[in-house]
């Protein structure tokens, strides 16, 4: 059945009322000045109007509108607005950025100030059905609309908040009647961290994986500001899971690594009183704890680590954050139980994933394992190895204990929790983490929680991802090309310029948030395609037959 907004919230906030968020730390001032010396320049990007659009209703569209052109964008400037007038600016691809624009009188003097709302919208239903009555559980500041007055006009305007859109909707609340408002040069100003565009792939690609490349990288592009932010729309902000998969993407794509640096050192900056690091942090007025603490994204901590310093060589940061590293793994290894097993006691986020009623231990218990076998790889680079030459026997433990203790052995695939669910994350995680005890189990774990009806399944690109890594893990190569292209392809088939934070596709207009409105259409976490096709090889064409020539005679 599914959740209402409602039921929604009031989960969220059973979940949330459980929680001991133990106090912030001491910052960490050498890291935060690292931190800060690497923050790097944005670039902007003017892109003028390309047309403006009407949304019409399309059922079968998983988002339920299209856009239809009905005029070119350079005739904007031609026309007068009167109040309550609208009209929709399409400014041709999804941007972050910023809008300016002159407004000036027609007809007559201005005898008003002339009042505006804006409404951005990264997708056509943002800016296509009314963003109230909103029933979401997270703030209806989040939402994208500014109410504007503009005084003296002719005025030149620059709206000073940043947005993530492609359509810009343009009511014109209230004017004297006595004058029309003309919009000269409506303008979008695109910034980004990113220099430049990567390579495309070969033309032997197909033409839907190369289209879902671009669109990763898009994603990636508009996320990628002075820090990996996870949504340009929201949160803005840095999440350590986001970031794992935002740096694999960059090291392929834009090579922004030393953005990928100074998040790594944001994150060891602003420690928890334990030393965990946070969940996530801001970055503005001042870089700062957010109250959240994520154990499974604590463990990434380690693993985005060691990616960086394997993708880099910067062997110097490995070693300076490595006792960063190690202390999230003493501080997961210290939950567990006497089995060396993890229970998720509710006392401390676990994400995982946004499904509603997802039980995460199994996962978690999963991500910490893979954590260790990353830290292995990391010591074994800068040299540490003798710190740590006790995690092997605890990964071992550990991978006993999840068999003996999670394995459903007549059904062939991992349980969860008290009620002993059957979920895609479980099983992905699982995989990821080595404990089948042969490719050929791993596979049948995941084949078997995928066909089971019941099987809680996941509802976001972030763990979508995990599946499509995990399949690559354990050989299942062509279900992870087919994965890819329909769910990444499904988001393409709906209209996406960027892929989206949630996607369901049973469900298209569920939300994590309980209103489709809040949910962030270019997220960083949804970018990995572009790594699964030009790190891992996924969809790579096979090569030309070779034909040894024939020598002469
Ligand atoms: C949401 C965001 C973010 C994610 C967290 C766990 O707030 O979508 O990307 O990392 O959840």
């Not at 499904?355 to 790889?377: E, N, P």
């Amino acid at each position: 059945m599914k959740p209402s907004p409602e039921e929604i919230a009031a989960a969220i906030a059973a979940e949330e009322a459980k929680r001991v968020n133990l106090p912030a730390g001491e910052p960490v001032a050498a890291f935060l000045r690292t931190a800060q010396a690497l923050t790097p320049a944005l670039f902007e990007r003017r892109l003028a109007v390309a047309a403006l659009v009407e949304p019409a209703a399309e059922p079968g569209l998983a988002l339920r509108f299209a856009m239809r052109p009905v005029a070119d964008g350079a005739t904007l400037a031609r026309r007068n607005w009167a109040e309550g007038d609208a009209f929709i600016a399409d400014f041709g691809e999804h941007l972050t950025g910023y809008l300016s624009f002159t407004a000036a009188p027609t007809g007559s003097v201005a005898d008003s100030p002339i009042r505006l709302r804006l409404t951005f919208g990264e997708v056509p239903t943002d800016v296509a059905e009314p963003l109230h009555p909103y029933r979401g559980w997270i703030s209806a500041a989040w939402l994208p609309e500014e109410v504007i007055t503009i005084d003296d006009l002719p005025a030149a305007f620059r709206l000073a908040r940043r947005h993530a859109f492609r359509y810009v909707k343009v009511e014109v609340l209230a004017a004297s009647r006595r004058f029309g408002v003309c919009f000269e040069n409506l303008t979008a100003h695109a910034v980004t961290s990113a220099r430049g565009a990567p390579a495309s792939l070969p033309d032997s690609y197909p033409e839907w994986l190369r289209r879902i490349d671009l669109v990763s990288q898009h994603t990636l592009r508009d996320c990628l500001q002075t820090c990996f932010e996870d949504g340009p729309r929201r949160d803005r902000r840095l999440w350590v899971g986001d970031l794992r998969l935002q740096a694999l993407v960059n090291y392929e794509t834009f090579r922004e690594n030393d953005v990928v640096k100074r998040c790594l050192y944001l994150f060891a900056g602003l420690p928890r009183s334990d030393g965990l690091v946070n969940g996530c942090v801001y970055e503005r007025p001042v870089p700062t704890y957010a109250d959240t603490t994520t154990l499974d994204y604590a463990a990434l901590y380690c693993v985005t680590l060691q990616e960086y310093v394997a993708a880099t060589g910067d062997l110097a940061c490995g070693r300076e954050l490595w006792p960063v590293a190690r202390r999230q793994i003493d501080c997961l290894l210290a939950r567990l139980d006497e089995t060396l097993m993890f229970h998720d006691g509710g006392e401390t986020w676990c994400f995982i994933d946004w499904a509603f009623g997802l039980d995460k231990s199994a996962a978690t218990h999963a991500v910490i394992v893979f954590a260790l076998r990353r830290m292995l790889a990391l010591a074994g680079a800068i040299g540490t190895a003798a710190e740590v030459a006790h995690f092997g026997p605890i990964i071992d433990g550990m991978v006993a204990a999840a068999r003996a203790q999670l394995f459903d052995a007549a059904r062939g695939l991992y349980l969860s929790g008290p009620s002993m669910q059957v979920s895609c994350a479980t099983q992905a995680w699982m995989v990821l983490a080595g404990i089948p005890e042969s490719d050929a189990a791993a596979r049948a774990a995941l084949r078997n929680a995928l066909a089971d009806p019941q099987a809680v399944r996941p509802i976001t690109p972030y763990l979508y991802h995990y599946i499509a890594e995990a399949m690559l893990a354990c050989g299942m190569d062509d279900e992870a090309l087919q994965l890819v292209r329909v769910y990444w392809g499904g988001m393409l088939d709906a209209g996406a310029d960027t892929f989206w934070e949630a996607f369901d596709p049973a469900e298209p207009l569920a939300s994590p948030y309980g209103d489709i409105h809040a949910n962030s259409y270019c997220h960083a976490w949804s970018c990995s395609p572009a790594w699964l096709f030009r790190a891992r090889g996924l969809g790579r064409p096979a090569p030309p037959p070779h034909h040894p020539e024939t020598p002469c005679k």
